[in-house]
């Protein structure tokens, strides 16, 4: 299986928390001079970061973008939590999390993935044919990342529950690593990972997540930052939204850029750019629909005593004001 470096890592991100009553300035007057984003090598926020997408949308208002590159989450996290970043993307399981931690941050807005991306992947001449074959197996994941959550739900449908099997937490390249040298068994793991995988002989998709698990993921600010900004978020989104509408409208483009930025072989990125469902361009404020599948999985992520505390998360939600 091909190997990923840890700063070729699609792992996702996290963050949360602090209720707050925000007030939407207008759009055209900045209310700072320098907008701290976080991301990883890929995604829309690559493809914004690589066209100075943003630079050029806000460089009229005299502000500023600067980057810092991010393997992981929970250092992401850490950083919007503190103030140290502004805004940056997450995944759904992660800004549990970080809700429960107490981070200063909100979730601000959403995009949507592809099921068909998250996968529970084992050798191809594994035993395991079934999930139910699943049980008393090393299967891993990172603890709190969206495959955490596509675990839990791959093994009901199978029968089985977490305590069946023997939970190994690995991030993404050591997981890889593991996966190959066969240390595990089965591995809960995204695009592009599962994409490689169903390139490779040697390992075969167990099953998708596809109509188990909704791909939710977010966008998350800085509490402080979103109450003061809600005019640069609006853009922010509508820039965003802008880039990716253009790049899945032209892949033979998309394609080769993107596959510079991550390091992922071009037949590989094209496959995750067109899963069922994926779309670069669908970005925007964050929905009553993706608030309560987060409240779902926050209820049930509690009852399983995977989080220490009860969440609600419209405590944690940014909303623009009606202008």
């Given at each position: 299986?091909?190997?990923?470096?840890?700063?070729?890592?699609?792992?996702?991100?996290?963050?949360?928390?602090?209720?707050?009553?925000?007030?939407?300035?207008?759009?055209?007057?900045?209310?700072?001079?320098?907008?701290?984003?976080?991301?990883?090598?890929?995604?829309?926020?690559?493809?914004?970061?690589?066209?100075?997408?943003?630079?050029?949308?806000?460089?009229?208002?005299?502000?500023?973008?600067?980057?810092?590159?991010?393997?992981?989450?929970?250092?992401?996290?850490?950083?919007?939590?503190?103030?140290?970043?502004?805004f940056g993307p997450t995944g759904d399981v992660p800004p549990l999390f970080a809700q429960a931690a107490r981070g200063n941050l909100v979730y601000a807005g959403t995009y949507k993935g592809s099921s068909e991306g998250s996968a529970i992947l084992v050798k191809a001449d594994s035993p395991i044919k079934t999930i139910a074959d699943l049980k008393g197996k090393k299967l891993a994941f990172k603890r709190g990342s969206s495959a955490h959550n596509v675990a839990v739900k791959v093994l009901r449908k199978g029968g089985l529950s977490l305590t069946d099997v023997t939970l190994v937490d690995l991030a993404p390249p050591d997981a890889a690593a593991a996966f190959k040298n066969g240390s595990i068994d089965a591995w809960s793991i995204w695009d592009p990972y599962t994409a490689v995988a169903e390139a490779d002989p040697q390992t075969r998709v167990l099953t998708t997540a596809q109509g188990i698990v909704d791909s939710?993921?977010?966008?998350?600010?800085?509490?402080?930052?979103?109450?003061?900004?809600?005019?640069?978020?609006?853009?922010?989104?509508?820039?965003?939204?802008?880039?990716?509408?253009?790049?899945?409208?032209?892949?033979?483009?998309?394609?080769?850029?993107?596959?510079?930025?991550?390091?992922?072989?071009?037949?590989?990125?094209?496959?995750?750019?067109?899963?069922?469902?994926?779309?670069?361009?669908?970005?925007?404020?964050?929905?009553?629909?993706?608030?309560?599948?987060?409240?779902?999985?926050?209820?049930?992520?509690?009852?399983?005593?995977i989080i220490p505390k009860k969440l609600t998360i419209t405590d944690v939600v940014w909303r623009p004001k009606a202008s």
């Open positions: 299986m091909t190997d990923f470096s840890r700063r070729q890592t699609l792992a996702l991100f996290g963050g949360a928390v602090v209720a707050s009553t925000l007030t939407l300035p207008g759009i055209t007057r900045a209310a700072t001079t320098t907008i701290r984003i976080g991301w990883q090598k890929g995604g829309v926020l690559a493809l914004a970061k690589a066209e100075g997408a943003l630079e050029k949308r806000f460089a009229a208002k005299g502000v500023t973008i600067t980057w810092s590159e991010f393997s992981s989450g929970p250092p992401l996290l850490e950083a919007l939590g503190a103030g140290a970043l502004d939710w993921s977010y966008f998350l600010a800085n509490g402080d930052f979103a109450k003061e900004n809600g005019g640069l978020i609006l853009e922010i989104f509508d820039e965003l939204a802008q880039v990716g509408k253009r790049a899945q409208a032209n892949l033979d483009k998309t394609v080769p850029a993107l596959s510079a930025i991550t390091g992922v072989p071009e037949d590989i990125t094209r496959k995750t750019l067109q899963r069922t469902g994926f779309n670069l361009g669908d970005v925007g404020t964050i929905s009553d629909q993706a608030i309560a599948y987060q409240q779902a999985l926050a209820d049930e992520f509690f009852e399983l005593k």
